[in-house]
């Protein structure tokens, strides 16, 4: 009875929302219970449960994973796949999770918050951008707000670039320059974030999907901010430097690596020639790969430990980086 109650007072019966599940998912897939769930606990949320959002319902499958600070594959609680049950369209239920910590770069920290608001807000600023996740944001039973994200069928950036090339010679030489000009473009994106007041707050190379549908890069994931009295938009651009410097490497390129692979190259490095967030990883890719332009090297050092000036804007670095492009292309 406290099933069909809770079924019922969301405008669907339990008979209704089985015939809807039977439209999309396999027979042997139905669940033996329909629980609708309230909205307002992520944690009390499972699979098969359905949850109903702006008079919609939702079938829901797995939580989403995350690697973050060098764990795979962490699970996102918060985060879950669902079906449409209208549509049958695949969709992201992303509820509000309080998270608050400090990052530091070189001597700069940044005090980085979770915030629902703000990625609510580029929702509505980036509707219709082909370089943006889109969605929509509602109301749970408790009031907060819950995003309703599209689901992007795609690969991610590191994917993408760890797959080309049988050398890193070979693919600077046949691959990077395409793979340079699409991350310009997004970079671009960012900019029109920055030009608008906004950041994105945790730009990372598996935060940028190419889109099977429309094979454009398109950045997810903004609804962490950071605080910096100084530098409003540094901790965005470091993010970009980390996934440049991954694209330039063809991956992380790091001392223990090179201890295994190049000693000779680990030899030529001193401690300004590593990034200057992740110690191990190298900055001064021209070092190893002596064949990267002084150009493009000029770039990759504003984000190493050495460096003394860094980009206070996006404009900068693109205008920097549209100079190796033409170079690369000459």
Not at 214 to 242: A, E, K, M, P
Not at 275 to 303: D, Q
Request: glycine share 6%; proline share 3%.
């Amino acid at each position: 009875m406290r099933q069909r109650s809770a079924a019922a007072a969301t405008g669907f019966s339990e008979k209704e929302l089985r015939r809807l599940i039977r439209k999309r998912v396999p027979r042997d897939r139905v669940p033996l219970r329909i629980n609708v769930k309230d909205t307002s606990d992520f944690s009390r949320v499972d699979y098969d449960d359905v949850v109903v959002l702006a008079g919609v319902p939702y079938l829901v499958r797995n939580n989403e994973r995350e690697g973050r600070f060098g764990i795979e594959d962490e699970p996102k609680f918060w985060v879950k796949r669902a079906i449409n049950l209208l549509t049958g369209e695949v969709r992201i239920l992303k509820w509000v999770f309080r998270e608050l910590f400090n990052a530091r770069i070189g001597s700069l920290v940044f005090e980085c918050v979770r915030s629902p608001q703000k990625e609510a807000r580029i929702l509505e600023l980036v509707r219709g951008r082909a370089d943006f996740m889109q969605g929509e944001t509602v109301s749970d039973s408790s009031g907060s707000p819950l995003r309703i994200l599209d689901y992007i069928r795609g690969r991610t950036l590191s994917e993408i670039t760890l797959s080309f090339g049988s050398s890193h010679e070979e693919f600077f030489s046949a691959r990077y320059p395409a793979l340079l000009s699409e991350f310009i473009q997004a970079v671009e994106a960012i900019r029109f974030l920055h030009e608008n007041g906004e950041k994105h707050g945790d730009i990372r190379r598996d935060h940028l999907i190419k889109d099977d549908l429309t094979g454009q890069y398109r950045w997810i994931d903004f609804d962490y901010n950071y605080r910096h009295s100084v530098s409003r938009f540094g901790y965005d651009l470091f993010g970009l430097g980390n996934v440049l410097l991954f694209i330039t490497g063809r991956g992380d390129v790091t001392t223990q690596r090179l201890l295994h692979d190049a000693p000779d190259a680990l030899a030529r490095l001193s401690e300004d020639d590593v990034n200057i967030v992740f110690k191990n990883r190298v900055a001064n890719l021209a070092k190893v790969y002596p064949y990267i332009p002084e150009a493009l090297n000029r770039v990759l050092m504003h984000f190493s430990q050495g460096a003394t000036v860094y980009y206070e804007t996006t404009e900068e670095l693109l205008d920097d980086l549209g100079e190796v492009r033409g170079r690369l292309n000459a």
